[in-house]
């Protein structure tokens, strides 16, 4: 199965500070990828899919890049709200799998 | 606005059978691919399968699980559900049921169902 890394495991930043997140595949998932937040006792939300296409209603600070195996997510200007763990998830072969999580904290 | 809730016993003893219901309003059930997902408590998530209306015949359930998944369609009811069979502790977790137009990438979540094996 390919097997998604994700780093930092967590990072704390203080507001308005810009945050990158990574996640590696172990084999190529072309733009098959897709990027969620998980904010405490919530169901994940979807962010980016397509490697790099906002889902409807995600703020403009959010931000995806990358494809075949190296992706990243940019979150521009961190704010308050976005205390939570973030995943990736690849969709480019069989059986669908996620990262570990990034958790980021606000100082 | 699609909106998924799941349903079903959250404590299942070792052995049996989990059963697990998700119920869709806002959309119609054919038109969408439907997913099963779950979280281990303070653990990430790991996909258990999909399924839709084109995809009712031959849904794809994760290896890993070697072949204890079932996920069905019930199109008059505009509901799909997940059993799993001979759970162990290591199936407690919340449950989520999810649903996406975009090829396997989830956009809406219902609000997880924990299930708890354990006699």
């Known amino acids: 199965e390919t097997v998604m890394t994700q780093s930092p495991a967590s990072l704390s930043m203080s507001p308005g500070e810009r945050a990158t997140l990574s996640c590696r595949a172990s084999q190529n998932v072309n733009s098959n990828l897709a990027w969620y937040q998980q904010k405490p006792g919530q169901a994940p939300r979807l962010l980016i899919y397509?490697?790099?296409t906002r889902a409807t209603d995600i703020p403009a600070r959010f931000s995806g890049s990358g494809s075949g195996t190296e992706f990243t997510l940019t979150i521009s200007s961190l704010q308050s709200e976005d205390l939570a763990v973030y995943y990736c998830?690849?969709?480019?072969?069989?059986?669908?799998?996620f990262g570990g999580g990034t958790k980021v904290e606000i100082k | 606005q699609v909106q998924l809730q799941e349903s079903g016993p959250g404590l299942v003893k070792p052995s049996e059978t989990l059963s697990l219901t998700c119920t869709v309003s806002?959309?119609?059930?054919?038109?969408?691919?439907w997913g099963w997902i779950r979280q281990p408590p303070g653990k990430g998530l790991e996909y258990i399968g999909f399924?839709?209306?084109?995809?009712?015949?031959?849904?794809n359930y994760n290896p890993s699980l070697k072949g204890r998944v079932t996920m069905s369609l019930d199109t008059s009811e505009n509901q799909f559900s997940l059993k799993l069979n001979s759970v162990t502790a290591a199936d407690t977790a919340v449950y989520y049921c999810a649903g996406t137009r975009l090829w396997l990438s989830w956009s809406y979540w219902g609000q997880g169902a924990l299930v708890t094996v354990s006699s």
């Open positions: 399924i839709s209306h084109s995809h009712s015949e031959s849904p």
């Open positions: 998830q690849q969709y480019g072969n069989w059986p669908l799998t």
């Open positions: 397509g490697a790099s």
């Open positions: 806002g959309g119609s059930i054919s038109s969408y691919f």
